[in-house]
C-alpha cells in the first residue's frame, strides 16, 4: 500500500502542486513535462464528461415522457475519476470549483476516496486560509507541506 | 453487467469498426412500437400493457426519432474520434509515468468504464460498459485471438489494411462478436 504522487491542477488545466512522496513508484518527470501532463490531463477530463454513452438514451427518455412524470434532473456530468494501469492507479477528485486532485497510488491501495477528501481538507485549511495564497496559482505553503508530508507517510507506513 | 459499445482502431487511428448495445439502438430499427419505454426492448417484451399505457408518447416520440437517427449517427462518428484522442492520450500519459512496458487498462467515469486492449501489432480494441463491471482486459484479448484473428485475419478475402472498415465487417465476425458479447451481459 503506497500513495506514490499528489498533483493539483487548477480550473484553467494549469499545474499548482506537485509532490512525489515515495522513490520508485512512478518516473520522475521534468518540470515542463509534469505542466504538459496537467493539461493533457485536463482536455483529456473534459472530453470524458462528453462522451457519456448514455447521454443519448436519457435525453430521449426525458422527451418522450411527457408530462406525466415528475421532472428529474440529470446527472452532473462527470470526467475521469479513477484510472488504472498494470503499474499504478490514479483517482481524480474534481472540486466543485473545478479544481482536480489526482492521487497515483499502487495498485492494491484502498480507501483512496477517504485520502483524498482528507488532502482536500488540508488543501482548504492551509492553502485556502493563507492570507499570502493568490487563487489559482502555485501552491507554497510551508503548513500545507508538513500536513499532507505526516499524512501520507502516516499511509505508507501502515 | 451492461456492454454500452465497442469501438477497434487500427494503426493508422482509423476507427475500423463499431458497435453498440445501447437501448435506443434496436428501438430505432423498428419504429414506433417501442418508443414509449425507452428502456430497452426487453423490457416492452416482458409488459405489454405498458405500451398501451403510454399510446399518446408514442406519436411524439416517433416524429422526433429520425430527427434523433441523425443526431446519433453524426454523434457516433465523433464519439469515435473523441474516444480514440481520449485513449491516445491516456496511453501516452501512463506510458510516461510508469515506464515504457506499462499500459492502461481502464478508466472509470461516474456513468461508465472505458476498457482498453492493445496489441502488439498496435491494434486498439476499446469497449465502453457500466461503472460496476470488473476489468474486462481478458475479454477484449478473448475478441482479439477468438474473433479477429479466427474471422478477420485469417479471411482470404480481407485486406491486409481495413481501410474505411473494409474486411472487418463480414457476417461472421459480427454475428460471433455479437453472441460473445450478449453471452457476458
Redesign the interface.
Given at each position: 500500500m503506497t500513495v506514490f504522487a499528489l498533483i493539483i491542477i487548477n480550473k484553467a488545466g494549469g499545474l499548482i502542486y506537485n509532490r512525489s512522496f515515495h522513490e520508485g513508484g512512478l518516473n520522475t518527470l521534468s518540470t515542463n513535462d509534469y505542466l504538459v501532463l496537467a493539461g493533457t490531463f485536463h482536455g483529456v477530463h473534459a472530453i470524458t464528461a462528453r462522451l457519456n454513452p448514455l447521454k443519448a438514451v436519457n435525453n430521449r427518455t426525458s422527451t418522450s415522457s411527457g408530462g406525466g412524470a415528475p421532472f428529474t434532473r440529470p446527472d452532473p456530468p462527470s470526467g475521469l475519476e479513477v484510472l488504472e494501469t498494470e503499474n499504478f492507479r490514479m483517482q481524480c477528485f474534481t472540486t466543485m470549483t473545478g479544481i482536480k486532485f489526482l492521487l497515483f497510488t499502487d495498485t492494491t491501495q484502498v480507501n483512496v476516496d477517504r485520502t483524498i477528501q482528507r488532502v482536500y481538507e488540508m488543501y482548504t485549511d492551509y492553502v485556502l486560509k493563507n492570507p499570502f495564497y493568490q487563487l489559482e496559482m502555485p501552491v507554497r505553503c510551508d503548513m500545507f507541506d508538513r500536513k499532507l508530508g505526516s499524512h501520507i507517510r502516516e499511509i505508507n507506513n501502515r | 453487467m451492461t456492454v454500452?459499445?465497442f469501438y477497434i482502431f487500427d494503426r493508422h487511428t482509423e476507427c475500423i469498426y463499431t458497435k453498440?448495445w445501447?437501448?435506443?439502438t434496436s428501438s430505432t430499427s423498428d419504429g414506433p412500437s417501442s418508443?414509449?419505454g425507452?428502456?430497452g426492448g426487453q423490457q416492452q417484451q416482458h409488459g405489454p400493457p405498458g405500451t398501451s399505457t403510454s399510446t399518446?408518447?408514442t406519436t411524439?416520440?416517433g416524429s422526433?426519432s429520425g430527427n434523433?437517427t441523425m443526431?446519433?449517427r453524426a454523434?457516433s462518428a465523433d464519439?469515435a474520434k473523441?474516444?480514440f484522442?481520449?485513449v491516445f492520450?491516456?496511453r501516452?500519459?501512463?506510458r510516461?509515468?510508469?515506464?515504457d512496458?506499462?499500459?492502461?487498462?481502464?478508466?472509470?467515469?461516474?456513468?461508465?468504464k472505458?476498457h482498453y486492449y492493445e496489441t502488439a501489432s498496435s491494434l486498439r480494441l476499446v469497449m465502453?460498459t457500466d461503472t460496476g463491471t470488473p476489468?474486462m482486459r481478458n475479454v477484449l484479448h478473448q475478441v482479439y485471438i477468438n474473433l479477429w484473428v479466427e474471422y478477420v485475419v485469417k479471411n482470404p478475402l480481407s485486406p491486409v489494411e481495413h481501410k474505411r472498415g473494409v474486411g472487418v465487417k463480414n457476417e461472421l465476425f459480427e454475428m460471433a462478436l455479437d453472441q460473445f458479447i450478449r453471452g457476458l451481459m
Open positions: - | 454500452y459499445s453498440t445501447l437501448p435506443q418508443g414509449g425507452g428502456g399518446s408518447t411524439g416520440s422526433g434523433t443526431q446519433l454523434s464519439d473523441l474516444i484522442g481520449t492520450s491516456l501516452n500519459m501512463v510516461k509515468l510508469g515506464g512496458d506499462d499500459a492502461f487498462v481502464a478508466f472509470r467515469t461516474a456513468h461508465y472505458l465502453l476489468s
